[in-house]
């Protein structure tokens, strides 16, 4: 009997892990991937044909995830792997490990041989003067056709890095020479003592120093930076071991399943779950290594960078600068669990990340390191006033779907926000907006839970096994918390339990959607002890853990959540409208599909003229410059997206980004002032716990603050406007 050790009731998204110092034996090799394929044969919801069709893809899968950048292999290393194509799936059966083998000791071939490569090609200075481009879509320059030609595609690597650093040398020069010329500031009325001279006489120096730099003598320093940066990359590469292949090759096979399915080596939670929220000191992230590259895959609601705001998930971590370094340390082709050590750090300290956006650009982004405060992903509210137009409407903020498991006294995000529903009615609120956007999901009894706080009673959620019947999770209660006005807000990481709970208040015709279109995560993972589930071979444990997907998620109306996602009701434009987020992005994301509907209904209260409700929000939006703002940086940013070419001639590469940095800084003014008529305050309840904690009291007014800039949040106030003018509802008066 296979023992499920715990549940992923809605996980929003996925990450990969660290491996472990193992020194792997074949023939635990074997019993490793047989459990694994077994299982993921038996119990996936939707399970692959292992067959030579598969094959060809798993073979495609597998060097695509080792060498994603298209950087080690050549068309001559791939043609002496081509013969396996159609045989994965029989070395599957046999136990033999012969294409595996041979493309790895192809790649650390490669490997080998890289340190004389970008040793000589530094050693000697770039001409910045020549027109010539750089590709670095992977797709669209192909595998390199020889070793010459992977030899150019390394120096026009290592000239870009060299190129950006110098670019990035340029600048500070610039900004040294400035401050040089203007002088310690007029108004500069701090009390100098011997540090803070001492301090200043150093930076003073540090600027002359730069300043005094030829050009020659920055591009110099740029590639000595770039050569550390290569040196430190290369040792670090040079520790991958065999049982981190093996974790690859099998994660390949999962992946053909679905984007969700992992193996997880044995390693304890701490060094593997590559959490740095929680209780751990650090920046409150999730990443997981994407080829050679450190992707952000979720973001601890509370932390350092969900208060900061400018890393997003998908972003790509490039460099890790410590406070007191004057340089950043490059983290491509770094193992994870070494690019974590790197970001870790105690409380008050800070670290500098180089983070390249989705749209390509890059920036520094400095985060002060601290203990993640759970407590600041817990629901709260506040009321809202909209001068002019509507007051006195409730605000429910829930970053993600907490239950028992994740909060230190056996908390409830379901009882949480039934907790904020009769605080706000006891304000007499108009009517109540329910904030989901970057929810990521939680607990699946919650959302259900959370789902009656707004109706009688009736279905919320069919979750359907393979081959099996699905599930009909039920609001049992015929109790209804609140029975006003609701407007739900999501956005494109609104996942799983979000979109459940959109999703029904839709289907119910019971609130009002706004927003983007949701991530479209409509998948259940499991985790599977491989120890208990292969009997015997206790010489060999502990195996690890499989991540499985087994379930997936249906609307009341029988849609699927997957992959669609929620559409909201009324869109509101963001950066992502013209390209893909979310579940869409990932490789063998599985299908949506569809169930019979479920016979529901409700009485409580009925969203009027909905038809009526978009057209007067588009209206709106249409005058706005703000939000012809947003739609223009839609379109930006998918031109941003789809530059895969950047040019290796200095003059251009600079031109280049001090456009791209004013059009960044233009669409970051978008939501950079308060709005002068929306106002935010907290409940007189809830004011005395807030006051009592000077952290507390500090994150509170960085979160009314950013409230108040909200225009996706002012829009939504004017919708519940048109709501409750249109039904005449009368629970409180409406002060216009």
Sequence with gaps: MIKILSLLLIGGLSYTLGSYVDPTDPNKEKVIQDAVMGILDQYHYDPENIDDEFSIEAYDYFLNYVDSRRRYYTQEDLSKLEQYKTLIDDQFNEGSFEFFNIATELLDARVDGLESIYKDILSKPFDFTVDEDFEFDPEKKGWAKNDASQLERWRQQLKYDVLSQLTSLLDKQEKAQKRLTAGPPEDDDTEETEDTREAKEKAIERDKELVAKSSAQLEIDSRAKVLEDYVKWY???????????????????????????????PKEKQDFDINMGGKLEGIGARLRTEGDLTKVVSIVPGGPVWKNKEIEVNDYILKVRQEEDEESRDVFGMRIDDVVSQIRGKKGTHVVLTIQKKDGSIIDVELERDVINILESFAKSAIIDLGGVINNIGYIDLPKFYSSFDGPDGTSCAVDVAKEIKKLKANNVNGIILDLRNNGGGSLSDVVDMSGLFIEDGPIVQV?????????????DADVKYDGPLIVMINSFSASASEILAAAMQDYDRAIIVGSQSFGKGTVQRFIDLDRAVKGNNEFKPLGQLKLTMQKFYRVDGGSTQLKGVSPDIEFPDRFRRIDVGEREYP???EWSQLSPLEFEQNVFKVPNRETLRLRSEQRQATSDEFALLKEQGDWYKASKDKTSYSLNLDEHQAYLAEKKKQSDKYKDILGDAIETLHIKNLPEDIEAISLDEKTEATNQDWLKALNKDIYLEETMTIMRDIIQDVNYTAAPVKP
Excluded: C, G, W
């Design 235 to 265: 040792k670090s590469f040079q520790k991958v071991r065999r049982s981190d292949r093996f974790e690859s090759y099998l994660n390949t096979f999962a992946h053909m399943f679905d984007p969700h399915s992992d193996y997880f080596n």
């Design 464 to 476: 359907k096994p393979r081959e099996r019947s699905p599930y009909i999770y039920k609001d049992e």
């Design 588 to 590: 063998n994301a599985m």
